[in-house]
């Protein structure tokens, strides 16, 4: 145990209530039943007279003995546990009376025990001095059999502040030390992958043998998928199992090789980030806002996983990058402050500096809208979700329950949970003016830009007309009654009698039209600012007047002298004020910031400026034990499929713990040894056996009842492919696929049901989703796609994609029938077939060629003589079914009627919407424009597409 | 099947034994075993003996006005257009009083009060199997929280609706149609299907949404080209294809669901028009619900559905009614937002209970929260309308074991605030699983290192709604 682990004790006044040395059972009540009663039990039976559930009161002694409503005086027996009724209820024995009622406060066995051995005892309850002496003697001591103290800023109460942990279950909150290797057990240690010596070592411990080496095929297709998220072409596959005959070793590493250089490397594994951070484009809640040039924060973490940036780095940019940039900007400017403030605003940042300011496009990410919602509440509903996210995302720890009270199972006092929150409290969101990089891609904003302006130009004309009918029928009410004519603005605060009815002049429809112009006026207006060249940033300063995410944008000087003041929110509400708290971070990592004071080496410096870089540099500092533990075990889990600490966002006491902690440690010295780069920690774990291994092992139904979970990994885990692998799969697989240097989103072809459904937003209906009009912007990855908080496409939200409102430590993978649908019959797949069936009837001639091709295409191998067979019977039956059916062309709408229920009226509206995407369309091949034959190939191709052999990956 | 149609080669017998008759050389881990054991949405017996077992919720968006719907307020009447102090809501500055445009009177036998507009609800024969409860407050005054609130139990949005958490605690009595359905307008309600979403639950337990237009579920049906044979003939392919698979890869139980979904997926799309297509009703039923006039046939058809629903096995239904959110213009918004709902809700219950099936199916009508018993002004002008109101609501329950005819819980004289009885959103969750025979301490979810349940931290039962 290091040196902060010690019991922080006040001074003790020399106790003179032990009248005698408390009895053993004196000590079991004081230190084990009481604090259970109290947490437990006093809530419904005794803290509150007036509410004391079945008439039982347990507050004292006498009380407890006396019973209640539904028990008498045999609820506790003093002396005889097995005569007391309580025991009953406290184990759950008796279902009318299961104590305590909910599940998560249970007691546990030992729990139950001590109150058994304390009734036995004959249920002694010492005096309160007694008790406080007893208290206070155990404080002294810095590890009981109860556990160890860990010292922290402090609870709420002793109580709280003294308490006792388990080693092993704050395992994640304790220092990092390297593990040593296990002792090895084959004899070849020099030659062993580390990962396989801690993986080896459980499986001999548990008697299990590793799984047999995975075929090249398999594991080529696992570790392409694995790290670009696309599935391996025909040649690859073939390549690779021509050099893994030659050499093996030297052809898996070449692979991975190759497959980390690609950059489509940094797509795939951006969306692991992403999940966690919770990437969108837009705001959510009901306006749903568009924030203008997200992408740029998405195209830098696929350039950070590209470029292989050390991940401490990552981190501080992301926290602080703006600090940084404009730390660097200052230094260039000299220390003119005057100079400083003008190159800020005109955004002349050096292309390092804008990267870093992007970079804090993490702390605008979140879903927050402050519509209707008073202002400083909004505030906190931002703090919150970003001191919620910072402790997920970086240090997997869960902060949302600290909000209100001490953590309950983790030793974070609310306080340090406030002092995170003032650290962010100067944080202020805003569009900053960041130039465009030369490695961002601006192609396609012209085309854009046209749109948006066709749109904005057409609500605008719209709005007008009706503005003018009505205010030609106001000036004729002002000329009727004599009074002079006001626009609409300007007659608002007259009295009644002094200016016309509002909305004169208009129809019940038109007045709801009108606002539904309006509304598009904003957001189109909104739109075009994606070609400004903006950031979604941040900036250090006093909360700005007004909130409205319609428009962010940073004061020229803002007040850096400002210091906010925090408190302790005490279950927190913001009307319920505590105890005033500092900036700071996490006490019980036992970290100090970096020049902090030594009366409280956990507070960070009350200037604004250099907040958040502290408390980066703090996260990122290498003797911060989440911190690298948090990555690794995410990396570990993007590999496996399953993580060595089950709950990547909370390594908690509630969390799942590690089935391979020494691993893990190993892992996350090792990760920092070699400088925090993801790319030495994907060699390292692709060349374990571990992960070569196959997915089946010879005893697997001895494995299902000895480790059901696979949690020692005697075999692969096989999955499910995610929702973007699937659709970027199949584009691959077609050959639609369309390479991208990131930039704007793009709008692929989602089901057009749903793109044209009405969606209600905060004042009216949300325009509808128009595609990209040509291919070329449409097919390309998912992770460029346009990601709207209020509306999922449909196919990647059935196949689990996360919703970004909430961080996803691990995907979900249920089979549920619309799935079986969507991948059936929707327009997306029925696209993707006869595409590909047209590119295989070009590629070869007859229908077994064409098949053949399909299924190394799709399935990476040849159909065998069976399957062959069948297909071949299946295409002669198709394409004698197709050629008596001539599928429908398809009509894409270019105006649609739009219907809206009033709230004015209670009735329904129209109105008209424009849909210019569709003007000048290049749709993708459709079943009507190609032959029976083809079609019926494409029912192959569908049935490829269906498999469990293309959904899985093993 | 189509004599002309070419079916799939060799195989002969059921479509089972096809499927899974190659189980013998799969070992241990055959697909029948798996098969045999529990669906997650196996039927599964209630935790204490349940009054309801399906739930029918009528979810009114915008927020009505408890005082202009359930809770009359004369006293609003009588100031009317006066000066309002109240500092509630989200309307700043000037404020006045705005009494109910509707006349209120107490209906069938045991006097519940409904205003003016309501007329197949006044009928005795409904109004008497009502319990109107007055004493539930929500906490946010934007309609996405509040939706999210009163569907999910949590603000944030993303958490399980309570009819994925009934779902889960008592399984589906129907394994060719999903569990929980939603109903909702073309529009779809603010927050979209996060109000209907499976949150951290399997995602068996989501809702399917019923389309009002065009494909009642997503890609349900084929492309116009692909024939009812066709899909039969591929999906025969697909299996083919999928069995060696399996075969290949015994230790794989994933891949055995996978494939019983796509023949519970041939079930639904031959289940599902058969529940939806309510032209088989008989010509005075469809008119009980209000098919017969323009005005009520939208609601009145998903209400009919939502009882063909239940009939065949569902769960949860759940109907989104929008249009409720009268700030201005209350009395054309809240008279056309009644007399669409009135004969539907009212020939639901109506229905329900001839058929028998009122007692054991729980039905909810209610909104995110309730109306201000004031406004400001509009553009400069005494606007007739109502604002947010998270401390007062009106609720109405009946069937499924509610207490009949009763009025449960009170606000002041101004509806301002829910001042007897008052329990928040929680409580209700709790009441609607007590119902059912789930217990919300019990009825819990091990995520993200604790037990969730539906009510976030506990709840009451609201004893007084009870039967």
Not at chain 1, 292 to 303: F, G, H, L, P
Not at chain 1, 521 to 543: F, H, K, S, T
């Amino acid at each position: 145990m290091r040196s902060f682990l010690y019991a922080l004790l006040p001074a003790l006044a020399v106790c003179s209530a032990f009248a005698a040395e408390p009895t053993d059972a004196e000590r079991l009540f004081t230190l084990k039943v009481q604090p259970l009663l109290a947490e437990k039990c006093f809530g419904c039976h005794g803290d509150d007279p007036e509410k004391i559930k079945g008439d039982y009161d347990m507050l004292t002694r006498e009380k407890l003995l006396a019973g209640g409503e539904y028990f008498g005086s045999d609820v506790v027996v003093p002396g005889d546990a097995k005569k007391s009724a309580i025991m009953d209820t406290i184990r759950w024995e008796d279902p009318d009376y299961e104590m305590p009622p909910k599940e998560n406060d249970r007691l546990t066995g030992e729990q139950i025990e001590h109150f058994a051995e304390w009734i036995n005892a004959g249920a002694p309850w010492p005096s309160d001095d007694v008790q406080l002496a007893i208290r206070e003697e155990e404080a002294k001591k810095e590890v009981t059999e109860d556990g160890m103290i860990v010292k922290t800023s402090g609870g709420l109460g002793d109580e709280w502040t003294f308490r006792r942990y388990q080693p092993e279950k704050i395992w994640a909150f304790l220092p990092l030390t390297k593990p040593s290797l296990p002792g090895d057990s084959t004899g070849s240690a020099d030659s062993t992958n580390p990962v396989d010596s801690f993986i080896q070592a459980k499986l001999d411990e548990a008697g299990f043998e590793p799984a047999p080496e995975a075929d090249p095929r398999t594991l080529i297709r696992r570790a392409t998928l694995d790290l670009i998220g696309l599935t391996p072409t025909p040649k690859e596959i073939s390549d690779f199992e021509s050099a893994w005959k030659n050499d093996s070793e030297a052809a898996w590493t070449s692979l991975i090789d190759r497959l980390l250089d690609s950059p489509r490397y940094g797509e795939r594994w951006a969306q692991h980030w992403f999940d966690v951070a919770r990437y969108a484009d837009t705001g959510g809640m009901s306006n749903d806002y568009e924030r203008s040039n997200m992408w740029r924060y998405r195209d830098y973490v696929i350039r950070a996983f590209n470029e292989d940036m050390p991940y401490d780095r990552f981190v501080i940019e992301q926290l602080a990058g703006d600090e940084l940039a404009d730390n660097s900007l200052r230094s260039r400017m000299e220390g003119d402050h005057a100079k400083f403030v003008k190159a800020r605003a005109e955004g002349k940042y050096t292309p390092e500096e804008a990267e870093k300011m992007i970079a804090t496009g993490f702390l605008r990410v979140g879903p927050w809208d402050p519509a209707m919602v008073e202002k400083a509440e909004a505030r906190q509903l931002y703090l919150d979700d970003v001191v919620n996210s910072v402790g997920q995302t970086f240090l997997s720890t869960t902060m949302r329950c600290v909000k209100c009270h001490d953590h309950k199972f983790d030793p974070i006092p609310t306080r340090d949970y406030y002092r995170m929150y003032a650290t962010f409290a100067g944080t202020q969101i805003a569009e900053r003016t960041v130039p465009y990089t030369s490695e961002e891609n601006l192609e396609g904003m012209e085309e854009s830009k046209a749109i948006a302006q066709r749109l904005y130009d057409y609500a605008t004309k719209e709005a007008n007309a009706l503005r003018n009918k009505r205010e030609t029928a106001a000036k004729k009410w002002f000329k009727e009654h004599g009074l002079e004519y006001k626009d609409n603005d300007a007659r608002k605060d007259l009295p009644d009698e002094e200016k016309p009815p509002r909305h004169v002049g208009l129809s019940i429809d038109e007045q709801g039209q009108l606002k539904v112009r309006e509304q598009d006026e904003w957001i189109w207006e909104r739109r075009l600012e994606r070609y400004e060249p903006l950031a979604q940033a941040v900036y250090n300063g006093p909360d700005p007047k007004y909130l409205n995410a319609r428009k962010l944008r940073m004061p020229k000087d803002p007040n850096i002298k400002d210091r906010p003041e925090n408190f302790i929110l005490t279950g927190g509400a913001l009307s319920a004020q505590g105890e005033k708290v500092q900036p700071g971070v996490l006490s019980a990592l036992g970290l100090p910031v970096e020049g902090a004071g030594k009366d409280d080496p956990y507070v960070i410096p009350e200037d604004l400026n250099g907040r958040r870089l502290s408390f980066a540099k703090w996260v990122a500092n290498p003797e911060n034990p989440l911190t690298a533990r948090s990555i690794v075990n995410r990396i570990w889990q993007y590999h496996f499929g399953q993580p060595i600490a089950g709950n990547p966002n909370n390594f908690g006491v509630s969390g799942k713990q590690p089935t391979h902690p020494e691993l893990l440690d190993w892992l996350a010295a090792e990760f920092m040894e070699k400088g925090w780069t993801f790319k030495k920690m994907h060699r390292l774990i692709m060349t374990s056996q571990a992960y070569r291994q196959a997915a089946h092992h010879p005893k697997r139904e001895y494995l299902a009842a000895e480790d059901p979970d696979n949690a020692l990994l005697a075999y692969f885990p096989t999955r499910r492919l995610t929702a973007e692998e699937i659709r970027d799969s199949l584009l691959a697989i077609t050959g639609e696929l369309q390479p991208s240097n990131g930039g704007l989103p793009v709008m692929p072809e989602i089901n057009m049901e749903v793109a044209l459904q009405p969606r209600m937003i905060q004042f009216s209906l949300a325009p509808a989703y128009q595609p990209d009009p040509t291919p070329e912007r449409r097919n390309r990855r998912t992770i460029y796609a346009y990601r709207v908080r209020g509306m999922a496409d449909p196919f990647l939200e059935l196949f689990n994609q996360p919703n970004p409102n909430d961080s996803c430590e691990a995907r979900d993978s249920a089979a549920v029938s619309p799935q079986a649908f969507s991948l059936l019959n929707s327009d997306v797949i029925t696209d993707r077939s006869i595409a590909f069936a047209a590119s295989l009837k070009e590629q070869a001639s007859e229908p077994a060629a064409q098949i053949e091709q399909a299924f190394l295409r799709a399935l990476g191998r040849k159909p065998d003589e069976i399957e062959r067979k069948r297909l071949l019977s299946y295409y002669s039956d198709m394409e004698k079914y197709h050629a008596d059916v001539q599928p429908e062309s398809t009509e894409y709408p270019k105006e649609i009627t739009r219907s809206l229920v009033e709230e004015f009226s209670g009735e329904t509206f129209e109105y008209q919407e424009i849909l210019p995407a569709f003007e000048n369309y290049k749709s993708d091949l459709k079943p009507a424009d190609v032959d029976a034959g083809t079609r019926a190939l494409a029912d192959i191709c569908l049935l490829l597409f269906n498999s469990n052999e293309f959904a899985y990956v093993y | 099947m189509n004599p002309k149609f070419p079916s799939a080669l060799p195989f002969t017998g059921s479509r089972r034994e096809f499927l899974y008759g190659l189980g013998a050389s799969l070992g241990s881990l055959a697909l029948t075993d798996i098969l045999a054991s529990e669906s997650p949405l196996s039927p599964k017996k209630p935790m204490h003996k349940a009054k309801a077992k399906n739930v029918i919720m009528l979810f009114m968006e915008g927020g009505p006005g408890h005082m202009d719907t359930f809770d009359p307020k004369p006293k609003l009447q009588e100031l009317h257009k006066t000066e309002s102090k109240l500092t509630a809501g989200l309307e700043k500055g000037f404020k006045f009083y705005v009494g109910s445009p509707f006349q209120s009177r107490k209906v069938g036998n045991a006097g519940l009060d409904m205003s003016d507009q309501w007329i197949h609800m006044a009928d005795p024969e409904v109004a008497d199997e009502l319990c109107n409860y007055r004493g539930c407050q929500a906490e946010s005054l934007n309609h996405p929280e509040a939706l999210f609130h009163m569907n999910t139990g949590s603000r944030l949005g993303g958490d399980p609706a309570v009819g994925s958490w009934v779902g889960y605690g008592l399984g589906s009595e129907n394994q060719n149609l999903p569990g929980y359905v939603v109903m909702t307008e073309l529009a779809l309600p603010q927050g979209g299907s996060r109000n209907w979403s499976n949150g951290f639950l399997p995602a068996h337990y989501q809702g399917t949404r019923l389309r009002p237009e065009g494909s009642p579920i997503l890609d349900l049906d084929s492309p116009s080209f692909k024939s009812r044979e066709h899909q039969r003939r591929a999906l025969d392919e697909l299996a083919a294809l999928n069995q060696k698979h399996a075969a290949a890869n015994p230790q794989h139980a994933d891949l055995a669901a996978r494939m019983e979904n796509y023949e519970l997926a041939y079930r639904m799309q031959m289940e599902v028009p058969g529940v939806i297509d309510i032209d088989s009703e008989p010509e005075h039923i469809k008119n009980l619900y209000g098919l017969d006039n323009k005005e009520t046939e939208t609601f009145g058809k998903q209400c009919l559905m939502a009882r063909r629903l239940v009939e065949k096995g569902v769960r949860f239904v759940q109907i989104f009614s929008g249009g409720w959110d009268s700030h201005d213009y209350l009395e054309k918004g809240h008279t056309s937002r009644i007399r669409s709902v009135d004969k539907g809700m009212a020939g639901l219950i109506k229905d329900l209970k001839r058929r028998g099936m009122l007692e054991d199916t729980l039905v909810i009508w209610c909104g995110e929260f309730g109306r201000t018993p004031d406004n400001n002004k509009r553009g400069g002008v005494y606007s007739i309308g109502r604002g947010h109101n998270a401390n007062a609501m009106t609720m109405l329950f009946a069937g499924g074991g509610v207490k009949k005819g009763s009025i449960v819980g009170a606000t002041d004289e101004l509806g301002a605030e829910a001042v007897d009885c008052v329990h928040p959103i929680r409580d209700v969750h709790c009441t609607i699983l007590h119902l059912l025979g789930l217990d919300d301490n019990k009825l819990t979810y091990f995520h993200g290192g604790r037990y969730k349940q539906l009510s976030q931290f506990g709840g009451q039962i609201i004893p007084e709604m009870i039967g």
